[in-house]
């Protein structure tokens, strides 16, 4: 199967994640709130210049961007190996590219401008989840679909194991 039209998968998630932040940054501002489904669903911004849920905000700026830097490397690198391999299963290169794609929109979103945009706002009952975009809807996809790839078969290249002696 051919490698090069699967890069349209995280291109596009790409495209989606920073169109969509573009669209609601060009009506809200960080803090507003925009009620679309009320007592269900709203668009609120917040920045996250932590990892996630906000995690590690308490590092100075310079470190969390170096950190945050290598480690988005390192799994773009990692997860884009595998992507790419000439053997992976469809279904794994299907979650591989959301992940990829999800990825490259929040590290672009913290090199650019030092956060991540967060506006899906979601209520249930008294439960209030955290926001949160595009790019982490389709990383959690991608990684729920990979896991499933994983369990089905552990390779996940999808290399047979080496025979038993």
């Known amino acids: 199967m ?28 960080e803090g507003e709130t925009h009620r679309v489904i009320d007592g ?7 920045f996250n210049r932590g990892a996630i849920f906000g995690s590690l905000t308490w590092l100075p700026e310079g470190i969390r961007f170096g950190l945050f830097t290598l480690a988005g490397l390192a799994a773009l690198v990692y997860f884009g190996r595998i992507f790419l391999a000439r053997d992976t299963r469809p279904f794994d290169r299907m979650g591989l590219g959301m992940i990829l794609g999800g990825a490259l929109g929040n590290g ?38 990979y896991g499933i790839g994983l369990l089905r078969h552990p390779s996940p290249t999808g290399a047979e194991a080496a025979p038993k002696p």
């Open 40 to 46: 269900f669903f709203n668009l609120s911004v917040g």
């Open 2 to 29: 051919r490698r090069l039209p699967w890069l349209l998968l995280p291109a596009g998630v790409l495209a989606l994640d920073l169109g969509s932040k573009a669209w609601v940054l060009s009506f809200l501002r």
């Open 108 to 145: 672009l979103d913290r090199w650019f401008h030092g956060h991540v945009v967060d506006f899906l706002d979601f209520v249930f009952g008294t439960w209030h989840y955290w926001t949160f975009n595009v790019a982490d809807s389709f990383i959690l996809v991608g990684a729920v679909l």
